[in-house]
C-alpha cells in the first residue's frame, strides 16, 4: 500500500505533467511515441515491399526468412550498445535515439516481414486465377486480390512488432537518455529501494501506452480490412499462425 501511495505522490509532484520538464510524463511519453513511431515506419519500409515480392512470385522462401530472421539471434540490449558505440565515434549520429532505433529496427523485422510473406502466400490460389482468368496483371491482382485478403495477417504482424517494441524502447534507457518511459524504470532501479515507487509508474505508464496503441491497432482494422475479410474464419487461423511464427 505504501509504495502505491508513494508512487500517486510522485505522479503529484510539481512539473511532473509539465512538458519541458525533462523527467516529466509528458516528455518521455513524446520521446517513448517518437521512437516506437520511427521504428515501426522504418521496418515497415524495409520488411513489406521484399515479403509482398516475393511471396507473389512464390520465390525464395527459405533465404528471404533466414536474413531477416537474423534480428532474432542477436539480443536487442546487444545491438543498441553496438550502435550506441558507434555513434559516440560519429558526431553526426545521435547517441540517445538513433542507436535505439537501430536496434528495435531488427527486432521488428521478423515478425512483420513472416506475416506479410505468409499472408500473400496463403489468399487462395483459386482466386488469384480467377483474377488472372479476368485479364488483371500482376500489379493489379497484387493490389486488389492478395493485399485485401491478406491484410488482417499482415496488421496482425505489425502489430506483434509494436509491442515488442513499446516494451524493449525502454532498454534504451539504461545506455542513453533515451528510452522513454524506461528511463523511471532503470533510475529506479539505480536508487534503490526508496524509489520502487518510480519502477512502478514506468511498468504502468509502459502497459498503458501499449493498451493505447492496441487500440489504435483495433481501430486501424475495422477500417482499413474489408468487411468479407474480417468475418473469415480462415483468415484468422492463418493470422494466429503467423503469429506465433513471428
Known amino acids: 500500500m505504501e509504495l502505491l501511495l508513494d508512487m500517486f505522490a510522485w505522479f503529484a509532484e510539481p ?8 523527467q516529466s510524463v509528458p516528455y518521455r511519453a513524446v520521446q517513448h511515441i517518437w521512437a516506437t513511431v520511427v521504428t515501426m515506419v522504418l521496418a515497415i519500409l524495409i520488411a513489406v515491399p521484399p515479403a509482398l515480392y516475393l511471396a507473389h512470385k512464390r520465390r525464395a522462401e527459405a533465404l528471404a526468412s533466414a536474413v531477416v530472421n537474423l534480428g532474432r539471434a542477436i539480443p536487442s540490449f546487444g545491438l543498441i550498445v553496438l550502435f550506441w558505440l558507434m555513434a559516440t565515434r560519429l558526431d553526426w549520429l545521435s547517441g540517445d535515439f538513433w542507436p535505439l532505433v537501430g536496434a528495435l529496427v531488427a527486432l521488428a523485422l521478423p515478425p512483420i516481414f513472416t506475416n506479410t ?5 496463403e489468399v487462395d490460389a483459386p482466386t488469384v486465377e480467377a483474377a488472372r482468368g479476368m485479364g488483371y496483371d500482376e500489379k493489379r491482382i497484387l ?6 485478403l491478406a491484410s488482417p495477417v499482415m496488421l496482425a504482424g505489425i502489430r506483434i512488432a509494436n509491442v515488442q517494441v513499446i516494451a524493449t524502447v525502454a532498454i534504451g534507457a539504461i545506455v542513453t537518455n533515451g528510452g522513454g518511459f524506461g528511463r523511471y524504470i532503470i533510475d529506479g532501479f539505480a536508487i534503490g529501494a526508496g524509489a520502487y515507487h518510480r519502477v512502478l509508474a514506468g511498468a504502468i505508464l ?3 501506452l501499449t493498451l493505447l496503441f492496441e487500440g489504435g491497432y483495433w481501430l486501424l482494422q475495422r477500417i482499413v480490412i474489408p468487411r468479407g475479410v474480417q468475418g473469415d474464419t480462415s483468415v484468422g487461423k492463418v493470422a494466429n499462425t503467423a503469429g506465433a511464427a513471428g
Request: charged share 25%; aromatic share 14%.
Open 143 to 148: 493490389v486488389e486480390v492478395e493485399l485485401p
Open 117 to 121: 510473406y505468409t499472408a500473400v502466400r
Open 206 to 208: 509502459v502497459a498503458a
Open 15 to 22: 512539473g511532473r505533467w509539465t512538458y519541458g520538464e525533462s
